[in-house]
């Protein structure tokens, strides 16, 4: 008999917080070099007051009133961040630089939470932008997930979601997509030595606008003030290619007067595959 306290909205909320755990650990991977133990604490819990948490707010367009909430203990931001920027040679940041560190590592994360609800959901889904609040928001439920790097004492990061995320949600964690499946069944080896090695290998990134197919006559034609009109709408994200690979897409920003490309999507394993052919 199926448990009586297992209920639709309590797998949502487990649901929820093991892919945020998940892409947490991406997040912060990816940013420090360094595969961190994240896990979901079921006993839940509150940012301490008295350690004055920062927290931040993200709303999503996947109902109204959908947003999500994180709150994060000094020592919790310091530490990571702090890690992050020594991973990119920058040891020994600043407060702010290491804060700032830390907030893209968030937006990782949700961005990744993101794309999990949107496979669930079937529709697109518009993350907004990650904005710090001045003070924790009223919420009925804090739901504490724990970061350890390395030999380092757990870090406590908490998540909250309005009713309305939730709802909008409910029911999809009953069902577990098959490729998913498949891809959490294949062992990991995060110690890998041979992996290790790849590490510091440089591969050449570039980014794609669009492409065009054109005459050699009309090659030959070219000059200065000539315009090529390229397959791509401005609308369309741009493609990100590594040695040639087609791995993710995003929007074009710019930082600190250099274009930079924010990731949007990467691209699933068979359609890398299609970009060899």
């Not at 487990?14 to 604490?41: F, G, I, K, Y």
Request: proline letters at 8%; hydrophobic letters at 40%.
């Amino acid at each position: 008999m199926p448990n009586p306290e297992i209920t639709p909205s309590t797998k949502t909320v487990h649901w929820l917080m093991e892919e945020w755990a998940r892409r947490l650990a991406e997040a912060v991977e990816s940013m420090t070099q360094e595969r961190p133990a994240a896990a979901w604490n079921p006993t839940g819990g509150r940012p301490p007051d008295s350690e004055r948490p920062s927290s931040w707010e993200c709303p999503l367009d996947i109902a109204p009133g959908a947003a999500l909430y994180v709150a994060a203990p000094e020592d919790a931001w310091r530490e990571i961040g702090a890690r992050a920027l020594t991973a990119a040679g920058m040891e020994g940041g600043d407060p702010e630089t290491t804060r700032g560190t830390f907030v893209e590592i968030l937006n990782q994360a949700l961005a990744g939470l993101a794309r999990s609800i949107e496979s669930r959901n079937g529709s697109a889904l518009t993350l907004g932008s990650l904005r710090e609040r001045p003070a924790l928001p009223e919420v009925s439920k804090w739901h504490l997930t724990e970061v350890r790097l390395g030999n380092s004492v757990p870090l406590a990061i908490f998540l909250s979601f309005s009713p309305a995320v939730e709802e909008a949600v409910l029911g999809l964690a009953d069902e577990t997509p098959a490729a998913e499946s498949a891809e959490a069944a294949l062992p990991v080896k995060p110690d890998s030595r041979t992996l290790d090695l790849l590490m510091d290998v440089e591969l050449p990134v570039s980014v794609s606008f669009g492409r065009a197919e054109l005459l050699l006559k009309d090659v030959l034609k070219l000059a200065t003030g000539s315009i090529v009109e390229l397959n791509r709408s401005i609308s369309e994200p741009v493609e990100v290619a590594v040695n040639n690979c087609v791995i993710a897409r995003g929007e074009v920003v710019v930082v600190e007067g250099n274009y930079g490309i924010k990731i949007s999507q990467i691209v699933g394993r068979e359609d890398r595959l299609r970009t060899l052919q």
